[in-house]
């Protein structure tokens, strides 16, 4: 049986603010200062960090160059890893029900060097 969407939409939202927080914390950044040079506000990234909002693209992008990391690297997510099966259907359906649960603690990797982060 699969998770409602809204569910996995909020399991998504809370990998990527993990990953946009680690990203910040290895760059050394406050949150005022990645919001000011992303020209977002504060309290936004603040949420967007607890998985409590939702990012348009456009955001995303800014935020992975001023991380100086690849976009998907903010929204990567194994496609093997976190699915697991959950049932199957009456037999003569044949069907089985997968669930998934996003690994959050999946690292970015930085163009940067001396950035902390590994992949």
Same mark, same amino acid.
């Given at each position: 049986?699969?998770?409602?969407?809204?569910?996995?939409?909020?399991?998504?939202?809370?990998?990527?603010?993990? %990953?946009?927080?680690?990203? %910040?914390?290895?760059?050394?950044? $406050?949150?005022?200062?990645?919001?000011?040079?992303?020209?977002?506000?504060?309290?936004?990234?603040?949420?967007?960090?607890?998985?409590?909002?939702?990012? $348009?693209? $456009?955001?995303?992008?800014?935020?992975?160059?001023?991380?100086?990391?690849?976009?998907?690297?903010?929204?990567?997510?194994?496609?093997? $890893?976190?699915?697991?099966?959950?049932?199957?259907?009456?037999?003569?359906?044949?069907?089985?029900?997968?669930?998934?649960?996003?690994?959050?603690?999946?690292?970015?990797?930085?163009?940067?060097?001396?950035?902390?982060?590994?992949?």
């Amino acid at each position: 049986m699969q998770a409602p969407i809204d569910a996995r939409i909020t399991e998504y939202a809370l990998a990527l603010g993990a %990953r946009i927080r680690q990203g %910040r914390k290895s760059a050394g950044l $406050s949150q005022a200062v990645l919001a000011e040079r992303c020209q977002i506000y504060r309290s936004y990234l603040t949420n967007i960090e607890a998985g409590k909002a939702n990012p $348009s693209l $456009s955001v995303i992008l800014s935020i992975a160059v001023q991380l100086d990391i690849q976009p998907w690297q903010l929204m990567k997510i194994d496609p093997l $890893s976190g699915w697991r099966k959950v049932g199957i259907s009456q037999p003569k359906e044949n069907k089985q029900f997968w669930e998934f649960t996003p690994p959050v603690t999946t690292v970015i990797r930085s163009k940067n060097p001396s950035s902390k982060l590994k992949g």
